[in-house]
């Protein structure tokens, strides 16, 4: 009827059957309102302590959750978020079953990418002329500034914590608990300093470890076949018909190693042949294209050398390489050993050894360019063989003089191309095409990464891999396959290195003889250091905001504690 009576335009009463809906009344508005709403929940948790004080009222077992600290280096973003209200919410699930929760929330506040942060806020020239003590004042101003911004944006989340007592990585205390802890690793011969290659980042010049590293699916590198010319065979008539015109052939995906050169390597369980390189396929000889280029050994103007391969591996080269070639002489590749060869680009005389199974027909030739300050393999080998261990490559990723013409070249550019071209200018190219392949980059500047020995810190972790690996035993898993996979990265895991090229960091406290460069690590050295943050804490009103790796002040601060004179703190490898 009413609604007749609003179609024929007749005025209906407002409200007329409102007293006849039974409604709760209540004082809540309409709409949620958060923007307002939440800040004055969350001033009102804050002022009153609730976390504290449920937890308190609890009569349950104390329940502890450790935060991992994120980085102190930006502005949150969504995984933060959710690892932390995953916590939230597991801490208040505990206090609701009497749980007295404990959630002291944390920071990582050292490290390269902070000080990333600090020098690409500022030019070139002001970034230049910082002093380590600036740039370490700075960096901690600006680690403290984006801890406060962090943890602001964690409580407008809403996350319950302890907000007053955060640990930060910075702080006296935990940098003095971090050097007793290396002292105890070093008091039970867990880190040693040795010159082995390493992961290096060329764009942020530091060591990196395992880590710290991204791999691209995608890289994309320059990979050659190349000969080294033999000189002397090992057995006497082995190879006498082929001299002096007889080459060991091998492939590498990284050119610029082999001014590097130390030896080849054979697999002694493969079989190797001696084939003669003979006429161009007719798909290679007249294919062209920049993505693939025949090195001047196959060209036909010059004299086709014998070439040394894995037998196993002749069809898939003569399809490679597009020549026909003829297995001359088949042997097992023990009989190789102390072959002599040339070294392509030095000149000397080097030598064929035996490596490990690492050497296979899958890829490449079966016999393997080995450098041992550019490879793990490489520098395994080269330990069995006493060979030098040479990396004549800088900290920026630059050859150095002891690569000779290549001096100042880029080796992961300019420097590549250039010991290629040399390569195919003295007749030992064979190939050179791009090779697609999984790589290392820094995970921090996302540029690519070489393999290059420098001395550096290292902890065994075999000296305590066993105890790592009953620990994991004791730990309940979830979900249960996790276990699987952390025994598998222990049980697999190499030494670890732990030193780090930069100055916004906690330093490795070893101090080295001044004439004879002699490390000295004792455990009295090491407590000096570790009471030197504490002491610190009183002298910031003359030092400013500084870390215990201000070498200048601790240099000082050693005669103050009457340490020998005679030594000082390496500036370079850090932790």
Known sequence: MAAKKAADGTKQKDGKYKHTVDLPKTTFDLRANSVMREPELQKLWEENQVLKRVSERNTGATFTLHDGPPYANGDLHMGHALNKVLKDIINRYKLLQNHKVSFIPGWDCHGLPIELKVL????????????????????AKFAKATVNAQMNSFKRIGIWADWDNPYLTLSPEYEAAQLEVFGQMVMRGYIYRGRKPVHWSPSSRTALAEAELEYSENHVSKSIYAAFKITSPSNSGLLDEFLPNVCLAIWTTTPWTIPANAVVAVNPELSYAVVELQSLLESESTSG???????????????????????????????????KLVIRKSFPGSVLEYCRYLHPVNGNECSVVIGGDYITTESGTGLVHTAPGHGQEDYLTGLKYGLPIVSPVDDEGNFTAEAGQFSGLSVLGAGNAAVVKYLDEHVSLILEEPYKHKYPYD?????????????????????????????????????????????????GRSDWCISRQRTWGVPIPVFYHVDTQEPLITEKTIEHIKGMPMFMISCTSLLGSLCICNTIILKQLLVLFEVVPQIFLDNAPRC
Do not use: C, H, Y
């Open 120 to 139: 690409k806020s500022m030019d070139k020239a002001t970034s230049d002329a910082l002093t380590p003590i600036k740039l370490r004042q700075k960096a």
């Open 289 to 323: 294209g920049k993505q693939r280029k025949l090195g001047s050994i196959l060209s036909s103007g010059n004299e086709k050398p014998f070439i040394i391969v894995a037998s196993d591996l002749v069809s898939v080269l003569e399809s490679k390489w597009g020549v």
């Open 443 to 491: 995970w921090r500047s996302k540029e690519p990464t070489i393999f290059r020995a420098t001395e550096q810190w290292f902890a065994s972790v075999d000296g305590f891999r066993d105890a790592a690996l009953d620990a994991i035993k004791r730990v309940t898993w979830v979900p249960s396959q996790g276990e699987n996979r952390i025994v598998n990265m222990i049980s």
